[in-house]
Nanobody, 117 residues
């Protein structure tokens, strides 16, 4: 089994930045894909960003150009740098991991990001 622990959420003003981290432990040898999804109140969970062990990335349309995902293979950790934050970025952000993008079987508990003045 894989355990994912997120950190870095909090309250930030519009236009500000935050960096989320997600550390993986357990049976991590098959974690080809790691990423972030988010869910805002009353909305469905949506893709924020994904990254493969080879460094290929995918971003949700709403965050392209503002968010950057990166991965430290040695530390089994994935990061999400969020810049130019908007109120509509307010959501619970979930870290996820799996063998492929269609098999993201491990999920973290979520970390709340609130963008408000």
């Amino acid at each position: 089994q894989v355990q994912l622990v997120e950190s870095g959420g909090g309250l930030v003003q519009p236009g500000g930045s935050l960096r989320l981290s997600c550390a993986a432990s357990g049976s991590i040898f098959r974690l080809n894909v790691m990423g972030w999804y988010r869910q805002a109140p009353g909305k469905e969970r949506e893709l924020v960003a994904r990254i493969t062990s080879g460094g290929s990335t995918n971003y949700g349309d709403s965050v392209k150009g503002r968010f950057t995902i990166s991965r430290d293979i040695a530390k089994n950790t994935v990061y999400l740098q969020m810049n130019s934050l908007k109120s509509e970025d307010t959501a619970i952000y979930y870290c996820c991991a799996g063998v492929s993008a269609s098999a993201l079987n491990a999920w973290g508990q979520g970390t709340l990001v609130t963008v408000s003045s």
